[in-house]
């Protein structure tokens, strides 16, 4: 799994115009599964992003969890970053897991953090999707499970 985790002040998602999910401060999540991804690797990346210390505290450092400051998730499916751009001028999106393997590592990575008491917001699985965000700091971080 490859996820991309923008630091937010705010960020919602819509959907033919209609607002699917949105949040106030947290994270905005783009979630890529690949083809051997397991329940373990959103176990593991569910713990780590939760946990994940890049808040600031009141000295102004980076040592605050999402957990720590109460903060929200929105979380967007992503194939695209599984996408390889190395060769000629349109990705190769073959290591993106098929749609029937991917939105069950996807919601179980979702549940996983509702379970760890974080509100998680999401777009809709497959969809065309507008997402908007305050991206906070600038912070952004990419987390992998392998």
Request: net charge negative.
């Amino acid at each position: 799994m490859r996820v991309v985790v923008q630091r937010s002040k705010a960020a919602s998602v819509k959907v033919d115009g209609a607002t699917v999910g949105a949040i106030d401060k947290g994270f905005v999540l783009l979630v890529g599964v690949t083809h051997e991804d397991k329940e373990a690797d959103a176990a593991f990346l569910a713990d780590k992003i939760a946990n994940l210390r890049i808040f600031e505290d009141d000295g102004g450092k980076m040592n605050l969890s999402l957990l720590d400051v109460g903060g929200e998730v929105l979380s967007v499916s992503q194939f695209t970053l599984y996408g390889d751009c190395r060769k000629g001028r349109r990705p190769n999106f073959m290591e993106a897991a098929r749609p029937e393997h991917a939105i069950g590592i996807y919601e179980v990575f979702n549940q996983l953090l509702r379970e760890k008491g974080i509100n998680v917001e999401t777009g809709v699985f497959g969809a065309m999707m507008d997402v908007q965000l305050i991206n906070d700091g600038p912070v952004t971080l990419i987390v992998e499970s392998k």
